[in-house]
């Protein structure tokens, strides 16, 4: 968005709102929604916060290793009442591997989801990137796990609450064994997402966007058209398939995607407290940022 004068009444709405999710990851305790600062319908705003957020993360010692869409399966968005994705900032701090132990109190209100990861190895810095463009781009796909979060109390969203929220993000598992997708139809794939061995969650690839492929060419073009472009080597999570599954306790979840792969998330009972990391984010007040990356 165009940069606003710093005393103008909609530079002060973006500032709470970081002030306000700033404060939520520092004390680690969910805020009310920041659509009282923002509104519900200014995503040019959200994203200004969600921008300011990340700089602040980086500046932390966070690095930017891709992206992540949100909000692309109509099961997820009538969860909220929303009808268009999103996008948010993948770190290197919430990447992890198949079977890797998360500790249960990095989250606030944790929900698991099961999605088709894609790494790239070319750029795709053109603004109407096409299906074709993807595709070339595309090294190989991998079965995933995100952990999305919310720092808003209850999931209480709109579009705005979770684009400045960082597209309600909070880490991702990816599997280990990598896919190409010569003549593989990812619209077809199922979705089996298991908790604790129990099926907990089923979904298809047409679930997310028609396909998972159509939902990366959503985000190459729209961060293209921000000035933000995927880049090689970024993680891409193209978006869930499926319903998302409440993450109420320490537990195991498999994820199975047919033809594609299979990865587990392993939850933990928190660290002792003189072993426990410190939680991931901002360092300092994001509203002080001013370059993202």
Request: aromatic share 4%; proline share 8%.
């Amino acid at each position: 968005m165009t940069e606003l004068p710093p005393d103008s009444p909609a530079a002060a709405r973006i500032d709470a709102a970081a002030a306000q999710l700033t404060e939520a990851l520092r004390t680690r305790t969910p805020c009310p929604p920041v659509r009282e600062h923002l509104g519900a319908t200014d995503v040019d705003a959200a994203y200004e916060v969600q921008r300011r957020l990340a700089t602040a993360r980086t500046e932390a010692g966070a690095r930017r290793v891709g992206a992540k869409i949100g909000l692309t399966a109509r099961a997820v968005q009538q969860q909220f009442g929303v009808h268009q994705p999103d996008f948010g900032v993948l770190f290197d701090d919430m990447i992890h591997g198949h079977t890797e132990p998360l500790p249960l109190d990095r989250f606030l209100q944790p929900r698991a989801e099961g999605e088709i990861a894609f790494v790239l190895d070319r750029d795709l810095e053109q603004p109407g990137a096409s299906v074709a463009d993807v595709l070339r781009a595309t090294a190989f796909v991998l079965p995933a796990i995100e952990i999305v979060d919310s720092r808003i109390a209850d999931w209480d969203l709109t579009l705005t609450d979770t684009v400045a929220d960082n597209a309600s993000s909070g880490a991702v598992v990816l599997g280990t064994t990598p896919c190409g997708l010569d003549g593989r139809d990812l619209a077809r794939v199922g979705m089996t997402l298991h908790r604790d061995g129990e099926p907990a969650s089923f979904g298809a690839g047409h679930a997310c966007l028609g396909s998972p492929v159509v939902a990366v060419v959503w985000l190459a073009r729209e961060l293209a058209r921000r000035g933000r472009p995927l880049r090689a080597g970024d993680v891409v999570m193209s978006g869930a398939l499926g319903p998302m599954v409440p993450v109420d306790g320490p537990g195991r979840f498999r994820l199975e995607l047919d033809g594609v792969g299979e990865v587990e998330a392993l939850i933990e009972e928190p660290a002792e407290p003189a072993q426990r990391a410190e939680p991931a984010g901002p360092a300092r007040p994001a509203a002080a940022a001013e370059e993202r990356v």
